[in-house]
Nanobody
Framework: VQLQASGGGSVQPGGSLGLSCTPS????????MGWYRQAPGKQRELVAT???????SYAGSVKGRFTISRDNARNTVYLQMNELKPEDTAVYYC?????????WGQGTLVTVSS
């Protein structure tokens, strides 16, 4: 299983960016998909997840600013990031849980700086 992530880039504080992740298998085969991030010198942390049934969960630090969604027709999961802060700067990773296995996509860098 491969996950193709795209999006990210650089933005000023208060700006918005979007990420997308497309698995190489049908999205319906996943138990859940999510986004994690790893800032320099820090551990990888959960950002948001969405289950196959559409239930979402968010880290407290992004709740109200980030939105995870899925488009079944496009077989893609999105992360819309608004009101970005410098502390959101990190490499963002897409993850898929399929049966008992976890799969990771390549990271995409998000930089929030003035």
């Amino acid at each position: 299983v491969q996950l193709q992530a795209s999006g990210g880039g650089s933005v000023q504080p208060g700006g918005s960016l979007g990420l997308s992740c497309t698995p190489s298998v049908t999205i319906f085969s996943t138990n859940y998909m999510g986004w994690y991030r790893q800032a320099p010198g820090k551990q990888r942390e959960l950002v948001a997840t969405i289950t196959n049934g559409g239930t979402t969960s968010y880290a407290g630090s992004v709740k109200g600013r980030f939105t995870i969604s899925r488009d079944n027709a496009r077989n893609t999961v999105y992360l819309q990031m608004n009101e970005l802060k410098p502390e959101d700067t990190a490499v963002y990773y897409c993850k898929a849980g399929i049966r008992l296995e976890n799969y990771w996509g390549q990271g995409t860098l998000v930089t929030v700086s003035s």
